[in-house]
Nanobody, 126 residues
Framework: QVQLVESGGGLVQAGGSLRLSCVASGLSFSTYRMGWFRQASGKEREFLAATRYGGSTYFVDYADSVKGRFTISRDNAKNTVYLQMNSLRPEDTAVYYC?????????????????WGQGTQVTVSS
């Protein structure tokens, strides 16, 4: 059974930083594309970042809204993907989710991902 568990959310002041973690189980972690999404209250789920391997090359993809502020990384030995979030803004407030899909093809569409965590709340105060 595939399970993704996020942690690291919380309350932070504008300009601060948080690091989110997502521990995966029940899948061959190194062969999966791992993504981070967020969903603010009353809004649709939004792509943030993803990582995958293509052959021997490691690829990353970032949404324009977070490029330069957020960094995605993964530790295959720990079956964990991270999202380092710096220079946080009140508009970053949302529930943050990690997701996984087996295909090597890069995509930003939430519907393309097969497995999802339960989410972790991030609240950025002004």
């Amino acid at each position: 059974q595939v399970q993704l568990v996020e942690s690291g959310g919380g309350l932070v002041q504008a300009g601060g930083s948080l690091r989110l973690s997502c521990v995966a189980s029940g899948l061959s972690f190194s062969t999966y594309r791992m993504g981070w999404f967020r969903q603010a209250s009353g809004k649709e789920r939004e792509f943030l970042a993803a990582t995958r391997y293509g052959g021997s090359t490691y690829f990353v993809d970032y949404a324009d809204s977070v490029k330069g502020r957020f960094t995605i990384s993964r530790d295959n030995a720990k079956n964990t993907v991270y999202l380092q979030m710096n220079s946080l803004r009140p508009e970053d407030t949302a529930v943050y989710y990690c997701a996984a899909v087996s295909t090597r093809t890069s995509t930003r569409a939430p519907a393309s991902y097969d497995y999802w965590g339960q989410g972790t709340q991030v609240t950025v105060s002004s």
